[in-house]
C-alpha cells in the first residue's frame, strides 16, 4: 500500500468514526442511533485492518476482524434486541436538545484539538495526527452519557468512550496487541449483556426505559 493511499484511508476511517459520534447526537430514533453505531464499530475495525495492510502485519487484521464482529455486529445487535422487545424507539427528551447538542460536540471536537497539539507536535506523523479524533469522540461520548436520558442511549454513549479509547489505541500504538483486544473487547460484551439485562429489568419495573421514571420508585 502506498504512502498516500494509507494516508486517505486512514483519514476517511477516522473521519467516519468522527461522524458516526455526531450522528448519534442527531438522530432521536432508537435504531438509527445503534445503526451508526454499527458503522463506528466498523470504521474503528477499518482503521485497525489499513494500519495492518501498511504495514504488512498480520495481527492488526486478526485485531480488526474480532473488533468488526464484536463492535458492529454483536453488540449492535443486543442493543437491538432490547429495543425491539420494548416500546420505547426515541429519545424524545434529553436534558439537551439537538441543535445545542451538535454546537456542543463541535466545540468539544476544538477542544479535543487544541489539547493535544502538544502530544501530536511530539511526534508528528499521519497515526498522531487522528488522536484528537480519538479524544473528541470520548469527549462526546460523556456529553451523551451526561444529556440523555434513555438507558438505551446512555449503554451508546459508553460505547462511544469505547470506540474512541480504542482509536487512539490503534493509532498510538501501531495496534494494539491481539490478546489485549480480545480480552478489552471480550469485556465490552459483558457490560453490555449486564446492561442489557439492567434494561430488561428497569422495564419490567416501570414500564419503559426512561431513566426519569426511576425518581418515581419508592421501596
Sequence with gaps: MSGSLYVQLLDLTAGLVLVCAFVV???????????ALAVQGAAVAGVAAVSGAHHRDAEPLVVAAVVFG???VAVPAVLRRTVGRGGDTRE???LVNIPASLVAAAALTLVSYAATTPVVAVAPSPETRTIPIGVAVVLIGLFTLATRRKAITQIVGFLLV????ALIAFVATAGVPLVVELGASL???LAVLILQVLTVRMRTKTGGLDLDALQELRD
Design 25 to 35: 447526537l442527531w438522530r432521536r430514533d432508537l435504531a438509527a442511533i445503534i445503526r
Design 92 to 94: 424524545v427528551t434529553p
Design 70 to 72: 464484536l463492535k458492529a
Design 187 to 189: 469485556d465490552l460484551l
Design 162 to 165: 469505547d470506540n474512541g479509547i
